[in-house]
């Protein structure tokens, strides 16, 4: 079964995690896991990037490295950030380091479409 991995950054470490969604049966997709990422997942991969939208996030577990259940998506390369300690609107993207202020709700994620990842099993 193929699933939707997202990358994203903790705001605290720099650490790089996935976020595993899988498609349902009302055309969105259903939150997986999360997991810690390794030197061979570190960084985009060349597979099939999705755009996918009606994300179902619950039993969300949060960054697997300090627990935050809060993303930001950054306007100017799109890529995830989870907020770690930060009060406020302002943060700092994790992929391109640039500021932003944090406001509005995202809709739609870019991800990349690959088979399931060994261990990952879907309710």
């Not at 896991?33 to 996918?52: D, F, P």
């Not at 890529?79 to 500021?99: A, D, E, M, R």
Request: proline share 3%; aromatic share 12%; charged share 15%.
């Amino acid at each position: 079964m193929n699933s939707v991995i997202l990358y994203s950054r903790c705001g605290i470490t720099r650490e790089v995690f996935l976020i595993v969604f899988c498609p349902n049966q009302s055309n969105g997709y259903d939150f997986i896991e999360t997991r810690k990422a390794y030197s061979s997942q570190n960084g985009i991969t060349n597979n099939k990037r999705i755009v996918i939208g009606n994300m179902n996030w619950t039993n969300y577990s949060g960054c697997p490295y300090c627990e935050n259940l809060w993303l930001v998506k950054c306007n100017r390369c799109s890529y995830l950030t989870c907020l770690g300690h930060i009060i406020g609107k302002n943060f700092v993207c994790q992929w391109c380091l640039s500021p932003g202020i944090i406001d509005g709700v995202f809709t739609e994620l870019e991800g990349t479409q690959q088979q399931m990842p060994t261990g990952i099993t879907r309710f």
